[in-house]
């Protein structure tokens, strides 16, 4: 749970020509015995921000977001911390992104009492952004349908979503084409497209959901790093019943072929 800071701000009345004191922003410089000592560049970050020097602040706090190994609860609190940021300096869009970013690494994030109103309007804002994100995620594929079948499950409580698409292409790099996927209700389904002549190949796909202006919502995969699969149409060789029973035969006639050859001669 964030642990309130408040900025220290000018105890004189603000003057005409003196823009109105910034709101507190929550930054826990104060810790309990059982909170680990905060990175130096994080100290450095909240100490810029009591100061008032919020660009400087934000330079620091995207220092300490550049280490990906921070820890998750530390993180998510420096997350919205930049989040207020953002907004005491009236970037919303930033804002906004970066409390949501908190809430993805720590979904348990709270505020304390006491928290100014528009901290916690932000945080709900970041609350409801999360509960209507659309969401897509790969699912196996049932063992009676064919291998180059990409199901999908497309969680859509707002239902934003015109259309489901799966993008397709032989090599990694692209290009990527785009075939409409069908769907009924969160399932949907589509198939990769056989190169002509082929009877196994290399795909690789992603699969994305749009909305009616064609904006991308959410992705399962991606052209960065998509999902590969090896697509074998005809049952390989080895597979094939006939061939086994015709090599016994094969196999039965030579040995005969071989019994007889090598019979002594006079031999019953």
């Known amino acids: 749970m964030l642990l309130p800071l408040t900025f220290c701000l000018l105890a004189a009345a603000p003057s005409p020509r003196a823009p109105p004191p910034p709101p507190a922003v929550p930054s826990p410089s104060s810790t309990t015995s059982t909170d680990v000592p905060a990175p130096p560049v994080l100290v450095q970050a909240r100490r810029l921000a009591e100061d008032l020097r919020f660009e400087e602040a934000v330079v620091e706090y995207q220092r300490y977001l550049g280490d990906a190994s921070r820890p998750t609860r530390e993180r998510a609190r420096a997350l919205f911390e930049l989040a207020v940021l953002h907004q005491v300096l009236a970037d919303q869009v930033n804002a906004l992104k970066r409390a949501v970013e908190a809430l993805e690494a720590y979904p348990a994030l709270t505020l304390p009492p006491g928290t100014p109103a528009k901290q916690v309007s932000l945080l709900e804002a970041a609350q409801k952004q999360l509960r209507a994100r659309v969401k897509v995620d790969l699912i196996p594929r049932e063992e009676s349908e064919p291998p180059s079948r990409v199901r999908a499950k497309v969680s859509d409580p707002d239902q934003r979503s015109r259309a489901i698409l799966l993008r397709h292409a032989l090599a990694s790099e692209g290009p990527y084409w785009s075939s409409p996927m069908s769907c009924r209700g969160e399932q949907c389904a589509g198939d990769l497209p056989q190169p002509t002549s082929a009877s196994a190949y290399n795909a690789w796909y992603y699969v994305e959901a749009n909305d009616s202006d064609g ?54």
């Not at 995969?221 to 005809?234: E, I, K, R, T």
């Not at 196999?251 to 007889?260: D, E, K, N, P, T």
């Open 215 to 268: 904006n991308t919502l959410a992705r399962a995969a991606g052209p960065d790093a998509p999902m590969q699969v090896v697509v074998q149409l005809d049952k390989p060789w080895f597979s094939n019943p006939l061939i086994w029973v015709g090599g016994a035969a094969l196999l039965v006639g030579a040995a005969s072929v071989a019994f007889v050859a090598t019979k002594p001669q006079g031999a019953p």
